[in-house]
């Protein structure tokens, strides 16, 4: 499978040492002040030591997920990924993926294909569930059907992310001029979102690290979509989360009961955070953020929208 956004350069057959990444994985727990650790490739589940690198993820304290095509995605490698400490899935599914099976096909008919991979995942006990799409010119259009699908399944879906497209600086020549055609920006994709879903409304932002602009974009929302929650309550999620934890929040999951009647009186503290908000502890949220790809530097704060 080819994706034409890629930034990473393919070696087939080469694989980076084991004792490398499990070093790498423990410069990260002691140098980052997050819950998450994202394992991406390529696909990481083409990595022979995947389930080994996960258990040693999860022993460092951090939850960690993987980014997949789902391709290599099966019930005896989730079953064994869970068992090692996989706290949650990220699959990449969109109509720029040369992929076998669903050439030609539209956003609105791969929901199917998300559908089936995201059962998967829930069926295999894994806690967090989210989706990504890469966003072109040429599949701009259908990034609503994206979104409107995911609210209506709060089930599979925790969270849906769209990256805009940008040319790998790999690519050059006519290739690159062609790619150089479909390139989307994050304004569009906002844009796309807010007209097609009623109520749509940002609650947070995280600056690029070079020009300062802002590059990732956070939506947080409840009800399938009815509810979008308050920068207010966004700004005490991760303020809770540093104070309990020691780490910033970096996925979503629903609390327990127990934990959400000790979060509760938190948020209730809390200026700005509205009763709507506070039904979201106890049900649960999906989010939606919206990037436009470059270097984000490790320890950014993100800007809310206050």
Same mark, same amino acid.
């Given at each position: ?66 980014? !997949?095509?789902? @391709?290599?995605?099966? =019930?005896?490698?989730?079953?064994? *990924?869970? /068992?090692?400490?996989? #706290? %949650?899935?990220? +699959? ?74 940008? !040319?790998?600086? @790999?690519?050059?020549? =006519?290739?690159?001029?062609?790619? *150089?055609? /479909?390139?989307?920006? #994050? %304004?569009?994709? +906002? ?116």
């Amino acid at each position: 499978m080819h994706c034409p956004g890629c930034f990473s350069s393919n070696f087939p057959g080469k694989h980076r040492p084991l004792p490398e990444v499990l070093a790498e994985i423990d410069s990260v727990a002691s140098g980052v002040r997050t819950d998450v650790l994202a394992f991406a490739g390529g696909d990481p589940l083409c990595y022979p030591s995947i389930v080994d690198a996960v258990r040693h993820a999860a022993r460092a304290g951090l939850r960690p997920f993987v980014n !997949t095509n789902g @391709s290599l995605l099966a =019930p005896a490698l989730l079953k064994a *990924l869970k /068992s090692a400490g996989l #706290a %949650g899935v990220c +699959l990449h599914v969109d109509s720029m993926q040369d992929r076998e099976g669903w050439k030609g096909a539209g956003e609105a008919e791969l929901n199917s294909l998300r559908e089936r991979l995201g059962r998967m995942v829930r069926d295999a006990g894994i806690g967090s569930c989210y989706f990504n799409m890469t966003v072109s010119r040429r599949n701009l259009g259908g990034a609503p059907a994206v979104y409107s699908w995911a609210l209506s399944r709060p089930d599979l879906a925790d969270l849906v992310l769209f990256v805009a497209f940008k !040319t790998p600086e @790999s690519v050059s020549g =006519p290739e690159r001029a062609a790619l *150089l055609e /479909s390139e989307c920006g #994050a %304004g569009a994709v +906002l844009s796309a979102l807010a007209g097609a879903v009623p109520g749509f409304r940002l609650c947070a932002a995280l600056p690029s690290s070079s020009s300062g602009k802002d590059k990732w974009f956070f939506a947080v929302s409840s009800g399938r979509g009815r509810r979008f929650h308050s920068p207010a309550f966004f700004s005490a999620a991760q303020e809770l989360s540093r104070r309990w934890r020691g780490r910033y929040l970096g996925r979503l999951r629903r609390l327990s009961p127990f934990e959400a009647l000790l979060a509760a009186p938190f948020f209730v503290l809390r200026r700005g955070v509205g009763v709507s908000d506070l039904a979201a502890v106890f049900s649960g949220v999906q989010a939606a953020m919206v990037v436009q790809p470059e270097t984000i530097v490790w320890g950014q704060k993100p800007r809310f929208f206050i």
